[in-house]
């Protein structure tokens, strides 16, 4: 692997509320139109937020040519870019963070939407790394996994031509290869290569390390966008409701054996395993597209539990709720004797399932004066997503979003303190999920993390 140092700037806030009793918490942040982007880190040992900016200008020359290139090969318009976006646009989402990947003391992966580079941060020594993974410049998964004990990063590829092509046919396959990164060696190996798809939005193996999960995100409406602003097409929006999604597919590997199964949802996105039963995982299916720099909520999002086994997955229940859209993020934990499962529900409500009977816990609202028609999709989002996490005694859920965090009681099932962010401008938004952080020993960088 190849690394290229990035430009980066830090700065602190303290925390005025003493009810913060989370830590080593990270929160993803896009400076819209720069490329930039600022990680803001909520530190255990220390009452402050520490706000770690990264310049990523000129980074989306090392894909530009490879892109540019393989348009011209497919004749695809010079102005024409995936979901509708500008060419400026296009760089930015797939610049953007999303997630968090922790790997070594003090050191994580920003999963970063779609791109041929890592980007890696090191808290300790306060410093930003793009990272050439050597797999041919092709594009690489955005949220992966890493074998702690052996020091094994596993992702995903797939040529940028795949991607290209899917400007044509939005339902044309991609061939994918999954790799295995040695950190102690620095040998790559090939794991797996076969059809799936790109926008690859997460790899994991389960506890047991003999299954693979793999997600396509996808985010495709079934052809593509007319070239023509929606205030100059009377039917713009009609024929966008005509298209409805592609769905997404979803690999299941069996590493010991070899065996694949492919699964299909409305724009897949993540993947929790169960505490107590490591052969159980949740998967979320979205239900959004991606329309140009706007997100189009297709309908109700959907909760799928699937039991891993020797002859496949099998489906053990789906949650689904008219309110339940746009769903961010999804987390499993314990709580007072349960395990439920915490979904993000657009525009402002956070939904707690009972993952025994897939059946609704509780809700806890949000303040958000949007409101969803449900009877006219697909619905424009008007305001940005938000994550959660759960303290780790299972009482308290953590809620970021653009410029502030939250913290609700979860038996109460109200908000208990929120905690406004510096730093957000008109050009900010929160953009994906919350992250935890790795550390075997306390330094003294990074507000002291």
Known sequence: MKFTRLPTTQREQLLASSKFFFGDILAPCLHKGKLDQTHYVFSAAHPAVVS????????????????????????????????????AQWWEYCLAPHSYLALEDGKCQVGLNLFNRFLHLDFNEQSALLVDPGVGNQFVSTTNWFDHERRELWFASWPVEGTVRRILNPRGGVSVTIWKFSVRSGDIEKVWGGDLGDALHQLCLDPSHRFLILTELGLRLEEPIPAQSPDHAPRFW?????????????????????????????????????????????????????????????????????????????????????????????????????????????????????????????????DSPEKIDTSLFPHICGQDSYGIDASKDGEALLVAGTGFVRVADINEGRFICTQKIEGYGADCCFTGHLGRLVFTQRHTSCGNN
């Open 238 to 366: 009609e024929q966008v409701r005509a298209r409805g999604v592609v769905p997404s597919k979803i690999l299941v590997l069996d590493l010991k054996t070899g065996q694949e199964w492919r699964l299909s949802t409305l724009t897949a996105g993540h993947v929790e395993f169960d505490p107590e039963d490591p052969s159980v995982c949740y998967l979320s299916g979205h239900n959004i597209g991606l329309m140009g720099v706007e997100v189009g909520i297709f309908g109700s999002g959907i909760i799928h539990k699937y039991q891993l086994r020797e002859i496949g997955p099998a489906l053990l229940g789906e949650f689904t709720h008219e309110r339940f859209h746009r769903i961010t993020t999804h987390i499993v934990f314990r709580h007072r004797g349960k395990t439920l499962i915490g979904v993000s529900g657009y525009p402002g409500t956070v939904f707690l399932i009972n993952a025994a009977t897939m059946k609704l816990h509780r809700i806890i609202e949000m």
């Open 52 to 87: 770690f900016r990264v310049k990523l200008m000129g980074a989306d020359e090392s894909c530009k040519a490879d892109f540019e290139r393989v348009r011209d090969k497919w004749s695809v318009a010079n102005d024409a870019f995936p979901y509708g976006l500008s060419e």
